[in-house]
């Protein structure tokens, strides 16, 4: 089984529009991450919402976690052309500090 | 602002040849890790490396695949024989404490 499964797969909106998105997981979990990357470059962590928190804010970034359901929505409102790029969801197992695991990514496409 | 710096940023070799590919890490950072992100795939983890050890490795981390931290600065990860499933773009990331890893801007190799 696979941790980190984002929904959609795809998104486009305009500029202005919020985007939301959300990530699934399976197991029992230390932390959740969001991360961003552009087409063919680096990874850019963009939040880290910890498993006892259920609501998080970066700028235009809102991150819910709810552990109950194993789900976490990221929301970036008054999106931006700049904003286009793929978004993963990243899970920090409870039995693992540092291994990583990352869903396929929602690919979004925010057009002027 | 401090980051991830990987060389070189493309790599072509042919199957069967050793390759390392260098990683400097952000310079307070005390873990490091491998990962990869084979075309149109899941950023896939490898290694992390705390304490000049090994603290976990994935199944794809095989003896083929090796880590090193020659001295103070560079992380490395060395594929002994190459094959042509290796070719993927890899990621090092880095971390000052758990967690929050912060990724370079990737090798991208090829293996003819």
């Known amino acids: 089984s696979q941790q980190g499964e984002e929904d959609p797969q795809a998104l486009s909106i305009q500029e202005g529009e919020n985007a939301t998105m959300n990530c699934s997981y399976k197991?029992?979990?230390?932390?959740l991450q969001w991360y961003r990357q552009n087409s063919g470059r680096g990874l850019v962590h963009l939040i880290l919402i910890r498993s006892n928190e259920r609501e998080k804010h970066s700028g235009r970034l809102r991150v819910t976690l709810d552990t109950s359901k194993k789900s976490s929505s990221l929301l970036i409102t008054a999106s931006r052309a700049a904003d286009t790029a793929s978004y993963f969801c990243a899970t920090a197992l409870g039995d693992s500090w540092g291994k990583l695991q990352f869903g396929a990514g929602t690919q979004v496409v925010v057009t002027p | 602002e401090p980051e991830v710096t990987q060389t070189p940023s493309h790599q072509v070799t042919q199957m069967g040849q050793e390759v390392i590919l260098r990683c400097v890490p952000i310079?307070?950072?005390?873990?490091f890790y491998w990962y990869r992100q084979i075309l149109g795939q899941k950023v896939e983890f490898l290694v992390s490396f705390y304490n000049n050890e090994i603290s976990e490795k994935s199944e794809i981390f095989d003896d083929q695949f090796s880590v090193e931290r020659p001295d103070g600065s560079n992380f490395t990860l060395k594929i002994r024989s190459t094959k042509l499933e290796d070719s993927a773009m890899y990621f090092c990331?880095?971390?000052?404490?758990?967690?929050?890893?912060?990724f370079g801007p990737g090798t991208r190799l090829t293996v003819l």
């Open positions: 197991t029992s979990i230390n932390n």
């Open positions: 310079s307070n950072h005390l873990y």
């Open positions: 990331a880095s971390s000052e404490r758990l967690y929050t890893q912060y």
